[in-house]
C-alpha cells in the first residue's frame, strides 16, 4: 500500500483545511486508515481513524475534524474546521492490513501551520 498525503499549508485561527490520503495498492474502504500528526518535540499522536462504517478520533478534535472516504478516487479525507494553534504538526497518514490491527503503511506528512 502506498499512501500519498496532501493538503496541508497555513491557516489561521478559527479557519479550515481539508486533508487527502490517496491510496494504491489496496481499496481504503477494505482496511482500516487513519490520521496521525507529529509537533515539534512531541510524540505522533492518533488523531482520526476509519474503519469500515466506524470512525474514531482523539479528544481534542471531535466535533471539529470528520474523517471520511471517497471510495471511487480510493481516497480518504481529514475535513479540519475551526483550527488552533495547537493544531499544528506535520499529519501523517497510515494505513492497516485489514480493519484492526497495527498501522503498518505510512505516507509522507504534509505540515499544517495554524497563526494566531
Known amino acids: 500500500v502506498q499512501l500519498q498525503a496532501s493538503g496541508g499549508g497555513l491557516v489561521q485561527v478559527e479557519g479550515s483545511l481539508r486533508l487527502s490520503c490517496a491510496a494504491s495498492?489496496?481499496?481504503?474502504?477494505?482496511?482500516?486508515m487513519g490520521w496521525f500528526r507529529q509537533a515539534p518535540g512531541k510524540e505522533r499522536e492518533f488523531v482520526a481513524g476509519?474503519?469500515?462504517?466506524?470512525?474514531s478520533y482523539t479528544a481534542s478534535v471531535k466535533g471539529r475534524f470528520t474523517i471520511s472516504r471517497d471510495s471511487a478516487k480510493n481516497t480518504v479525507y481529514l475535513q479540519m474546521n475551526s483550527l488552533k494553534p495547537e493544531d499544528t504538526a506535520v499529519y501523517y497518514c497510515?494505513?492497516?492490513?485489514?480493519?484492526?490491527?497495527?498501522?503498518?503503511?505510512w505516507g509522507k506528512g504534509t505540515q499544517v501551520t495554524v497563526s494566531s
Open positions: 476509519i474503519s469500515g462504517d466506524t470512525t
Open positions: 497510515a494505513a492497516r492490513r485489514t480493519y484492526l490491527g497495527t498501522w503498518t503503511y
Open positions: 495498492g489496496r481499496t481504503v474502504s477494505s482496511i482500516g
